[in-house]
């Protein structure tokens, strides 16, 4: 897995509208407003993919009309700073996942946002809360590999999962870095009262970067099991794959 290059939490704030385009064997052919995505979808065999940061309530009512999203899903989606899940329909899957960030402070203090995914029938459709983390570079990645983008929504979740979980190995590694610093300051007898301070707030970013990982384990599990079409066999052993380093985490 590789890091992906993120913007700093002092970024100016996106439109709502990150990119909504429609995809055929993996290639990108079109680029599809948001009035013309039910149309689009109901009448073709192309694969859509839309990217939305804090969209507003007619816009999110907009994408549900669109997609026939389901409606305990689209409550949720307007509610932030919910604990990483995996809610399955009778032909769509809503996943919460929580992300993170370093400020650009160069204080070591963790930023959190979450994604909310809709994942249904030849359709992914990505709401971004709170963090500016753009998911610009993944798309890109993505479509810079037909054969597995050809592959759909399966295959978009599991990229998107991976995508996020890179993420937090190069924070783990920094609040480590600081711990052992702090910890050789300690026994070291360079001591000071800030240090405490520091250990306490070092403390409360671990503990929070255990809350957002620690449910992931269970959907990175059900998702490598599951039955249903949206994740089909030739999918499954990808999740099983980012399941196995969200433990090591």
């Known amino acids: 897995m590789t890091p992906e290059s993120s913007k700093h939490a002092s ?59 389901h409606d305990l899903a689209i409550e949720d989606a307007h509610q932030a700073h919910q604990r990483p899940k995996l809610e399955i329909y009778d032909d769509s899957m809503f996943v919460v996942l929580r992300t993170a960030q370093l400020c650009a402070d160069g204080e070591h203090r963790i930023e959190f946002g979450e994604t909310h995914v809709f994942v249904g029938p030849r359709y992914v459709v990505t709401v971004r809360h709170g963090s500016l983390q753009s998911h610009v570079g993944l798309r890109s990645r ?58 306490y707030h070092l403390r409360r970013d671990l503990l929070a970067m255990k809350q957002a990982v620690t449910p992931l384990i269970d959907v990175l599990a059900r998702l490598s099991r599951s039955t249903s079409q949206l994740i089909p066999p030739n999918t499954q052993p990808y999740f099983q794959d980012v399941h196995d380093h969200v433990v090591r985490i």
């Open 11 to 69: 970024a100016a704030p996106p439109s709502s509208v990150i990119n909504s385009a429609a995809y055929c064997n993996g290639v990108r052919v079109a680029v599809v407003p948001i009035p013309d995505l039910g149309d689009a979808w109901r009448h073709s065999d192309r694969f859509f993919w839309v990217g939305l940061y804090e969209p507003s309530e007619p816009l999110l009512a907009h994408i549900q009309q669109a997609f026939g999203l």
């Open 142 to 199: 993505c479509e810079a590999s037909p054969q597995m983008l050809a592959k759909g929504e399966g295959f978009v979740l599991h990229a998107l999962m991976d995508f996020i979980v890179d993420q937090y190995f190069p924070i783990l590694d920094a609040l480590q870095t600081e711990l052992d610093e702090l910890e050789e300051q300690i026994f070291s007898g360079t001591f000071v009262r800030s240090v405490t301070a520091r250990l």
